[in-house]
């Protein structure tokens, strides 16, 4: 029997939806998209973000503290790990459904609650960048400045929102776990929202106030489980260049050196498209015969089977 390729999937905010039914009804049709892989004889692992999500969790613990004094602000790193936590509980139940009724019923299916260690010294604490929760007036984001040591930032006239670091991920804590599923047969979902951002004391691991880029992450989890390929799925089937201008182009595969010249011409929004073809390129070029591969969650049957996508190679 010949080696299953194994694949790490990193979905897109689009794959989950932004409330609670919205993310009921999106995951089964991004359960029937993984489960397409499966029945093309890829071992497929699941990463995925959590934008909506911890901005909702974080503004519901932030009210909850406005209703009762008592009760203390959580901190981002636990907000984190409830969003993947209630990611995981529809995912896991959205493929494990999709799994049975395809006639596939030896395959478990489960949520690793994964931390991520980032670099304390990592530049990213020094200039907080990434916005989350919702937009408030000057009087309320100063109160809740003072209230809680936010760092708020006012955004293109719509109001102010906190921003955090997004710092690089550096060590999955769980992977001996998530490794060990993974070769036992286990479809996983790991690294939910780039992971739980910790900081190493000693033995004790120290919940940070940041968010991991997602794609990031799952290069590292790719790169950790010695992947054939990364799939980020995204709001689009390829990668272009002068996007949205007449000249627009469409990319088929790339490089990761011409992808590198691509990027220092300042083809991709930071923020956007940018980080993915960042993750892209680093696992491209982490090991012999790897591939990247950006794309539609629709797409992604289509993009394994070499038909569709932009893919990225050494």
């Known amino acids: 029997m010949s080696k299953k390729k194994r694949i790490v999937i990193a979905l897109g905010g689009n794959a989950l939806g932004n409330t609670l039914p919205e993310q009921m009804a999106a995951v089964k049709t991004t359960a029937k998209a993984i489960v397409d892989l499966i029945e093309e004889g890829c071992e497929v692992v699941v990463a995925h973000g959590n934008g909506p999500q911890v901005g909702m969790i974080n503004n519901a613990m932030i009210a909850l503290t406005h209703e009762d004094a008592a009760q203390p602000n959580t901190p981002l790193s636990v907000c984190v790990a409830m969003s993947q936590a209630y990611i995981g509980y529809d995912l896991q139940n959205a493929l494990r459904e999709e799994l049975l009724n395809r006639g596939i019923s030896d395959m478990p299916v489960a949520t690793m609650i994964t931390q991520v260690r980032v670099d304390e010294k990592d530049p990213a604490f020094q200039t907080p960048s990434k916005p989350i929760g919702k937009f408030m007036t000057a009087g309320q984001a100063e109160e809740v400045s003072q209230k809680y040591d936010y760092i708020m930032k006012e955004d293109a006239g719509r109001g102010y929102r906190r921003v955090v670091a997004s710092p690089k991920p550096a060590e999955i804590i769980e992977i001996g776990t998530i490794r060990t599923m993974v070769d036992a047969g286990n479809l996983v979902i790991a690294c939910g929202g780039g992971g739980i951002p910790v900081i190493r004391q000693g033995n004790h691991l120290k919940g940070a106030s940041a968010v991991i880029d997602k794609d990031f992450a799952s290069c590292l989890l790719a790169k950790e489980l010695e992947a054939d390929s990364l799939i980020i799925l995204t709001a689009v089937e390829k990668v272009a260049v002068n996007f949205g201008r007449e ?55 289509e993009a394994i089977q070499g038909k569709t996508g932009t893919v990225f190679h050494a």
């Open 247 to 301: 000249n627009e182009k469409w990319l088929d595969r790339l490089s990761v050196a011409e992808a590198g010249q691509y990027v220092k011409e300042g083809h991709f929004a930071p923020g956007s498209m940018l980080p993915k073809v960042q993750a892209a390129m680093e696992f491209a070029s982490s090991g012999e015969g790897r591939t990247a591969i950006i794309t539609l969650l629709e797409k992604s049957r």
